[in-house]
Protein backbone atom coordinates (compact mmCIF):
# COMPACT_ATOMS: atom_id res chain seq x y z
CA UNK A 1 0.00 0.00 0.00
CA UNK A 2 1.19 3.25 -1.13
CA UNK A 3 -0.17 5.26 1.30
CA UNK A 4 -1.00 9.30 0.15
CA UNK A 5 1.62 10.71 -2.33
CA UNK A 6 2.05 14.17 -3.19
CA UNK A 7 3.91 15.64 -6.21
CA UNK A 8 6.20 17.60 -6.33
CA UNK A 9 8.14 17.47 -3.23
CA UNK A 10 9.69 21.53 -3.64
CA UNK A 11 8.17 24.03 -5.91
CA UNK A 12 9.79 27.44 -5.99
CA UNK A 13 7.45 29.92 -7.84
CA UNK A 14 7.88 34.18 -7.79
CA UNK A 15 4.89 36.28 -6.68
CA UNK A 16 1.61 36.33 -8.88
CA UNK A 17 2.01 33.08 -10.80
CA UNK A 18 0.14 30.03 -10.50
CA UNK A 19 0.70 26.62 -8.64
CA UNK A 20 -1.07 23.32 -9.06
CA UNK A 21 -0.55 20.62 -6.53
CA UNK A 22 -1.37 17.18 -6.84
CA UNK A 23 -2.26 14.13 -4.24
CA UNK A 24 -3.16 10.52 -4.80
CA UNK A 25 -4.48 9.61 -1.96
CA UNK A 26 -4.07 6.12 0.14
CA UNK A 27 -6.03 2.89 -1.79
CA UNK A 28 -9.47 2.57 -0.95
CA UNK A 29 -10.00 6.29 0.09
CA UNK A 30 -12.33 8.16 -1.50
CA UNK A 31 -11.85 11.87 0.43
CA UNK A 32 -9.50 14.21 0.19
CA UNK A 33 -8.37 17.56 2.26
CA UNK A 34 -6.27 19.79 1.72
CA UNK A 35 -4.36 22.08 4.24
CA UNK A 36 -1.96 24.70 4.92
CA UNK A 37 1.01 24.28 7.34
CA UNK A 38 2.96 27.67 8.17
CA UNK A 39 6.85 27.52 9.20
CA UNK A 40 6.05 26.69 13.03
CA UNK A 41 2.30 26.60 12.60
CA UNK A 42 -0.11 23.87 12.75
CA UNK A 43 -1.89 23.15 9.32
CA UNK A 44 -4.91 24.86 8.39
CA UNK A 45 -7.75 23.32 7.09
CA UNK A 46 -8.16 24.62 3.15
CA UNK A 47 -10.49 22.25 2.16
CA UNK A 48 -12.36 18.83 1.34
CA UNK A 49 -13.36 16.36 -1.72
CA UNK A 50 -15.52 13.79 -1.83
CA UNK A 51 -17.42 13.02 -4.77
CA UNK A 52 -15.60 15.16 -7.05
CA UNK A 53 -16.94 18.39 -5.21
CA UNK A 54 -15.73 20.94 -2.78
CA UNK A 55 -17.58 19.56 0.64
CA UNK A 56 -16.45 21.79 3.04
CA UNK A 57 -13.72 24.76 3.33
CA UNK A 58 -11.35 26.48 5.46
CA UNK A 59 -11.03 29.98 5.78
CA UNK A 60 -9.21 30.67 2.86
CA UNK A 61 -9.16 33.06 -0.65
CA UNK A 62 -10.74 32.26 -3.96
CA UNK A 63 -7.60 32.39 -4.94
CA UNK A 64 -7.53 28.99 -3.49
CA UNK A 65 -9.62 26.17 -5.83
CA UNK A 66 -9.23 22.28 -6.11
CA UNK A 67 -10.79 19.72 -8.14
CA UNK A 68 -10.54 15.94 -7.28
CA UNK A 69 -11.11 13.56 -10.27
CA UNK A 70 -12.90 10.05 -10.95
CA UNK A 71 -9.91 7.92 -9.68
CA UNK A 72 -9.92 10.21 -6.52
CA UNK A 73 -7.07 12.03 -6.65
CA UNK A 74 -7.05 15.97 -6.12
CA UNK A 75 -5.04 18.48 -7.31
CA UNK A 76 -4.43 22.08 -5.20
CA UNK A 77 -4.82 25.60 -7.72
CA UNK A 78 -3.49 28.48 -6.05
CA UNK A 79 -3.50 31.69 -8.54
CA UNK A 80 -1.84 35.20 -8.10
CA UNK A 81 0.48 33.93 -5.64
CA UNK A 82 1.84 36.45 -3.00
CA UNK A 83 4.53 36.04 -0.65
CA UNK A 84 2.39 34.75 2.54
CA UNK A 85 1.71 31.14 0.63
CA UNK A 86 5.24 30.25 1.10
CA UNK A 87 4.07 27.23 3.22
CA UNK A 88 3.95 23.36 3.36
CA UNK A 89 0.63 21.87 1.12
CA UNK A 90 -0.54 18.71 3.17
CA UNK A 91 -2.49 16.48 1.57
CA UNK A 92 -4.84 13.92 3.84
CA UNK A 93 -7.27 11.30 2.86
CA UNK A 94 -9.91 9.31 4.25
CA UNK A 95 -13.13 7.58 4.15
CA UNK A 96 -16.14 9.30 2.99
CA UNK A 97 -17.47 11.65 5.90
CA UNK A 98 -20.33 11.04 8.12
CA UNK A 99 -21.97 11.82 11.05
CA UNK A 100 -21.00 8.66 12.46
CA UNK A 101 -17.30 8.43 14.40
CA UNK A 102 -14.67 10.31 12.99
CA UNK A 103 -12.83 8.70 9.74
CA UNK A 104 -8.78 9.29 10.45
CA UNK A 105 -6.86 10.87 8.19
CA UNK A 106 -3.97 9.64 6.44
CA UNK A 107 -1.93 12.36 5.82
CA UNK A 108 1.14 12.40 3.02
CA UNK A 109 4.46 14.14 2.92
CA UNK A 110 3.35 17.59 1.34
CA UNK A 111 4.74 20.14 -0.61
CA UNK A 112 7.16 22.85 0.55
CA UNK A 113 5.99 25.76 -1.69
CA UNK A 114 8.28 28.74 -1.89
CA UNK A 115 7.09 31.76 -3.06
CA UNK A 116 9.90 34.71 -3.82
CA UNK B 1 -14.65 29.02 17.34
CA UNK B 2 -12.81 26.25 18.34
CA UNK B 3 -9.06 26.25 19.24
CA UNK B 4 -5.91 24.48 20.67
CA UNK B 5 -3.43 26.24 22.94
CA UNK B 6 -0.11 23.64 23.46
CA UNK B 7 2.87 24.61 25.48
CA UNK B 8 6.18 26.07 23.44
CA UNK B 9 8.71 24.33 22.61
CA UNK B 10 11.34 22.52 22.15
CA UNK B 11 10.93 20.15 24.92
CA UNK B 12 14.07 18.76 25.55
CA UNK B 13 14.98 15.30 27.29
CA UNK B 14 17.65 12.89 27.94
CA UNK B 15 16.58 8.92 26.73
CA UNK B 16 14.46 7.66 29.55
CA UNK B 17 13.12 10.78 30.91
CA UNK B 18 9.22 11.20 31.33
CA UNK B 19 7.54 13.62 29.00
CA UNK B 20 4.70 15.69 29.20
CA UNK B 21 2.95 18.06 26.55
CA UNK B 22 0.59 20.61 27.60
CA UNK B 23 -2.65 20.88 25.48
CA UNK B 24 -6.19 22.76 26.45
CA UNK B 25 -8.55 23.61 24.20
CA UNK B 26 -11.77 25.70 23.68
CA UNK B 27 -14.73 24.43 22.07
CA UNK B 28 -18.55 25.14 21.92
CA UNK B 29 -19.85 21.55 22.29
CA UNK B 30 -18.18 17.78 22.98
CA UNK B 31 -15.35 17.58 20.27
CA UNK B 32 -13.26 14.48 20.36
CA UNK B 33 -9.31 15.15 20.94
CA UNK B 34 -6.52 13.80 18.95
CA UNK B 35 -2.60 13.98 19.26
CA UNK B 36 -0.72 13.82 16.13
CA UNK B 37 2.41 13.13 15.41
CA UNK B 38 4.93 14.66 12.60
CA UNK B 39 8.55 12.89 11.93
CA UNK B 40 11.32 15.10 9.75
CA UNK B 41 10.41 15.16 6.69
CA UNK B 42 6.89 13.26 6.86
CA UNK B 43 2.85 13.96 6.83
CA UNK B 44 1.17 14.18 10.37
CA UNK B 45 0.00 10.59 11.92
CA UNK B 46 -2.27 10.14 14.36
CA UNK B 47 -0.81 9.00 17.73
CA UNK B 48 -4.01 8.43 19.85
CA UNK B 49 -7.77 9.70 20.21
CA UNK B 50 -10.18 9.79 22.66
CA UNK B 51 -13.72 10.84 21.62
CA UNK B 52 -15.67 11.43 25.57
CA UNK B 53 -14.99 12.68 28.56
CA UNK B 54 -12.65 10.85 30.80
CA UNK B 55 -11.71 8.66 27.63
CA UNK B 56 -7.69 7.38 27.86
CA UNK B 57 -6.49 7.29 24.65
CA UNK B 58 -3.22 5.62 24.43
CA UNK B 59 -0.35 4.11 22.09
CA UNK B 60 3.43 2.89 21.73
CA UNK B 61 3.91 4.40 25.36
CA UNK B 62 1.79 7.31 25.10
CA UNK B 63 -1.18 8.48 26.87
CA UNK B 64 -3.51 11.16 27.00
CA UNK B 65 -6.37 11.45 29.24
CA UNK B 66 -9.77 13.38 27.93
CA UNK B 67 -10.83 15.73 30.88
CA UNK B 68 -13.93 18.27 30.14
CA UNK B 69 -13.26 19.95 33.89
CA UNK B 70 -10.21 21.13 32.95
CA UNK B 71 -10.45 21.11 28.97
CA UNK B 72 -7.29 19.60 28.62
CA UNK B 73 -5.81 16.49 27.14
CA UNK B 74 -2.43 16.78 28.24
CA UNK B 75 0.32 13.86 26.01
CA UNK B 76 2.71 11.28 28.73
CA UNK B 77 5.08 8.96 28.26
CA UNK B 78 6.76 7.28 30.93
CA UNK B 79 10.59 6.67 29.16
CA UNK B 80 11.14 8.42 26.10
CA UNK B 81 13.36 7.19 23.29
CA UNK B 82 15.51 9.32 20.69
CA UNK B 83 12.87 7.71 17.96
CA UNK B 84 10.65 9.91 19.80
CA UNK B 85 12.43 13.19 18.97
CA UNK B 86 9.10 14.79 16.42
CA UNK B 87 7.16 17.25 16.13
CA UNK B 88 3.70 16.67 17.94
CA UNK B 89 0.55 18.32 17.30
CA UNK B 90 -2.58 18.21 19.91
CA UNK B 91 -5.83 18.52 17.64
CA UNK B 92 -9.81 18.46 17.95
CA UNK B 93 -13.03 18.08 15.63
CA UNK B 94 -16.69 18.32 16.24
CA UNK B 95 -19.24 19.05 14.03
CA UNK B 96 -17.43 19.11 10.74
CA UNK B 97 -15.15 16.30 11.37
CA UNK B 98 -12.49 18.68 10.43
CA UNK B 99 -9.42 18.68 13.06
CA UNK B 100 -8.11 21.81 14.32
CA UNK B 101 -4.80 22.06 15.31
CA UNK B 102 -2.38 23.17 17.70
CA UNK B 103 0.75 24.82 16.77
CA UNK B 104 2.37 22.43 17.66
CA UNK B 105 5.20 21.30 20.56
CA UNK B 106 8.68 19.98 19.13
CA UNK B 107 10.88 16.98 20.79
CA UNK B 108 14.44 16.25 21.02
CA UNK B 109 15.49 13.45 22.92
CA UNK B 110 19.17 13.43 23.36
CA UNK B 111 20.65 9.55 24.07
Known amino acids: DAGVTQSPTHLIKTRGQQVTLRCSPK?????VSWYQQALGQGPQFIFQ???????QRGNFPDRFSGHQFPNYSSELNVNALLLGDSALYLC???????????????FGPGTRLTVL | GDSVTQMEGPVTLSEEAFLTINCTYT??????LFWYVQYPGEGLQLLLK?????DKGSNKGFEATYRKETTSFHLEKGSVQVSDSAVYFC??????????FGRGTSLIVHP
Open chain 2, 27 to 32: ATGYPS
Open chain 2, 91 to 100: ALSEGSYIPT
Open chain 1, 49 to 55: YYEEEER
Open chain 1, 27 to 31: SGHDT
Open chain 2, 50 to 54: ATKAD
Open chain 1, 92 to 106: ASSLAPGPSSYNEQF
